[in-house]
């Protein structure tokens, strides 16, 4: 989908040599005149109007790298044309073990977001948000990340992906279970209350929704207590995260068997970033 590379190239006719004019003859001849030496033995000379260079080949911008990977790699038929174009770097089997190992389901439409520089780690995020068609008829869209490092080429980033588009956000929370904490990649979005009565104690817990994409339902919701260091940082004024707004973070959640055995809920362990971080 991105323009193509023009290349010009110019040219110029090789200059012929005026023949020689006819030496009239008569009873006093005179020595012939030497001969005209050949172009090839003449020094070089530069012509009087020489052409243009050739003008330079027009890179794409890195925006248009990043749709192209993109693209690329939600057509993609298997993991073998995928692998390239994933970070960190995958195998073949890595991906065979997951929804890439074919292709994904028909995109509804990509829309791209706002691009973020890092200059710390020399890094640009391109974000989209990617609407595919389910076998129910309906639509659901997820954030997809694609990260350029330095003057490497555009990659999508594959953590996300598969924590988000490859459910392994949803089965975690699927219902409760007894497996260690698990780390995800989410669009998170704060609440100050919880209303849900299956909550133990919910007068005293804030609620953070576990969203796939920056529009939306969510595919979970986390809490913890209302005197905990996430809800104090929320209400920091130095701190990015604020209520009702959603952002792209690193969480780890586990679900809470203890409080109430009866009532096992989804509990939030930590936010180890407030950005898709490598």
């Not at 050739?54 to 038929?77: G, H, I, M, R």
């Not at 791209?112 to 639509?139: A, C, I, M, W």
Request: net charge neutral.
């Amino acid at each position: 989908m991105g323009p193509g590379s023009v290349l010009r190239e110019a040219s110029r006719p090789l200059a012929v040599p005026p023949p020689g004019k006819k030496i009239a003859h008569n009873s006093a001849a005179k020595p012939a005149p030497p001969p005209v030496p050949l172009a090839a033995d003449r020094p070089s000379e530069a012509p009087a109007n020489p052409p243009p260079p050739p003008e330079p080949e027009t890179k794409e911008s890195p925006a248009v790298l990043a749709d192209n990977v993109l693209d690329a790699f939600l057509s993609a038929q298997d993991s073998a044309s995928r692998v390239g174009l994933v970070e960190p770097a995958a195998t073949v089997q890595d991906l065979d073990s997951t929804l890439l190992r074919g292709r994904l389901p028909e995109v509804g439409r990509i829309l791209p977001e706002l691009p973020q520089h890092n200059p710390v780690e020399e890094s640009t995020d391109y974000p989209y948000r990617v609407s595919f068609f389910l076998e129910n008829g309906k639509n659901v869209d997820y954030a997809i990340l694609v990260r350029q490092r330095g003057s490497q080429p555009p990659k999508v980033f594959l953590p996300a992906f598969l924590d988000l588009a490859g459910g392994r956000l949803a089965a975690f929370t699927k219902g409760p279970n007894e497996r260690e904490p698990a780390t995800f990649h989410v669009i998170l979005d704060p609440l100050s209350v919880c209303h849900d009565e299956s909550v133990p104690a919910a007068d005293r817990k804030i609620t953070f929704k576990l969203l796939p994409s920056m529009f939306g339902k969510e595919i979970a919701r986390a809490h913890v207590s209302s005197g905990s260091r996430f809800a104090r940082m929320v209400g920091d004024a130095d701190s990015s995260l604020r209520w009702g707004v959603r952002m792209r973070a690193i969480v780890t959640i586990q679900w809470n068997r203890t409080e109430d055995p009866a009532k096992p809920y989804l509990e939030l362990m930590d936010i180890g970033s407030l950005n898709w971080g490598s």
